[in-house]
Nanobody, 115 residues
Framework: QVQLVESGGGLVQPGGSLRLSCAAS????????MGWYRQAPGKQRELVAG???????NYADSVKGRFTISRDNAKNTVYLQMNSLKPEDTAVYYC?????????WGQGTQVTVSS
């Protein structure tokens, strides 16, 4: 069993930056693929960025070059550095852990990009 707790969301102006963190409890964090998803009002949840157990990363086209996902296995934490934020990045951001086709989700953290 894995529990995920996100933090770092908030209100930021267009062009600003935020760093989201997701702390995981439980064992074998290093064996999980981790990801950040987001869901805007009236829209489906979408993958923003993922990082495999081996450190391979992938990004949605809409965030490439602006967002960076990373993980610190010693701290059981995954991060999402978000730069050059746009109003369309406004959403609830969810942390995901996946292993052996089992998914775990955090409660979400709100990111609002507005002037």
């Amino acid at each position: 069993q894995v529990q995920l707790v996100e933090s770092g969301g908030g209100l930021v102006q267009p062009g600003g930056s935020l760093r989201l963190s997701c702390a995981a409890s439980g064992s074998a964090f290093n064996l999980f693929a981790m990801g950040w998803y987001r869901q805007a009002p009236g829209k489906q949840r979408e993958l923003v960025a993922g990082i495999s157990a081996g450190g391979t990363t992938n990004y949605a086209d809409s965030v490439k070059g602006r967002f960076t996902i990373s993980r610190d296995n010693a701290k059981n934490t995954v991060y999402l550095q978000m730069n050059s934020l746009k109003p369309e990045d406004t959403a609830v951001y969810y942390c995901n852990a996946e292993r052996r086709r089992t998914d775990y989700w955090g409660q979400g953290t709100q990111v609002t990009v507005s002037s």
